[in-house]
């Protein structure tokens, strides 16, 4: 049973455009974490949120939490080839639960 | 600052076998933890280590055991190889037990499995 489930799992764009990906659970975290992750390599963390409602930006990626502590939102501005990747959300329980992931594919 | 290494970083194995794995964290973080990808698969948590101590343990059978060195280095060993444990091996560093913020992930072990 997945704790996090990730929508859409697919999402293929041209470059410019805008995407939104999504996080959800039943279940409430301390914190959620976003990584990414390229074939072969390990995960990179882009952002932790902590807050319910917080909303962090790097760049053209804004991470919103939502207020309840459950879900989360990547919000993905004037994407570009390099954004192709899987993203992947995490809750942390004390160890982290991670959803399958969003694989996003830029078209330049 | 070098990151968190694995290794190796391919292995192939055949059913039945024993393996380890070995993962160095990043210089300072006292937690390591162990994770499961198989492909299409987020990462499956296996087992947390802390200041030399186990802290938590998922969902696996007991042909998977771990340990930390005093130096905070751990190895990750399976048993019995299936099939099935085909996957990468991920191994992640933290400099609390907690992880609330985040942890550091190496590139990975590709263990396959014949």
């Known amino acids: 049973t997945q704790l996090l489930e990730q929508s859409p799992q697919f999402l293929s764009i041209q470059e410019g455009e805008n995407l939104t990906v999504y996080c959800n659970s039943s279940?409430?975290?301390?914190?959620l974490q976003w990584y990414r992750q390229e074939p072969g390599e390990g995960p990179v963390l882009l952002v932790t949120v902590v807050t319910g409602g917080e909303v962090k930006k790097l760049k053209r990626l804004t991470f919103q939490f939502g207020d309840a502590r459950k879900d989360s939102s990547l919000h993905i501005t004037a994407a570009q080839p390099g954004d192709t990747g899987l993203y992947l959300c995490?809750?942390?329980?004390?160890?982290?639960?991670f959803g399958k992931g969003n694989q996003v594919v830029v078209i330049p | 600052d070098a990151g968190v290494t694995q290794s190796p970083t391919h292995l192939i194995k055949t059913r039945g076998q024993h393996v380890t794995l070995r993962c160095s964290p990043i210089?300072?973080?006292?937690?390591v933890s162990w994770y499961q990808q198989v492909l299409g698969q987020g990462p499956q948590f296996i087992f947390q280590?802390?200041?030399?101590?186990?802290?938590g343990r998922g969902n696996f059978p007991d042909r998977f055991s771990a340990r930390q060195f005093p130096n905070y280095s751990s190895e990750l060993n399976v048993n019995a190889l299936l099939l099935g444990d085909s996957a990468l091996y991920l191994c992640?560093?933290?400099?609390?037990?907690?992880?609330?913020?985040?942890?550091?992930f190496g590139s990975g072990t590709r263990l396959t499995v014949v």
């Open positions: 280590y802390y200041e030399k101590e186990e802290r």
């Open positions: 279940s409430v975290f301390s914190s």
């Open positions: 210089s300072g973080h006292k937690s």
């Open positions: 992640a560093s933290s400099l609390g037990g907690t992880g609330a913020y985040g942890y550091t």
């Open positions: 995490a809750g942390a329980l004390g160890r982290l639960a």
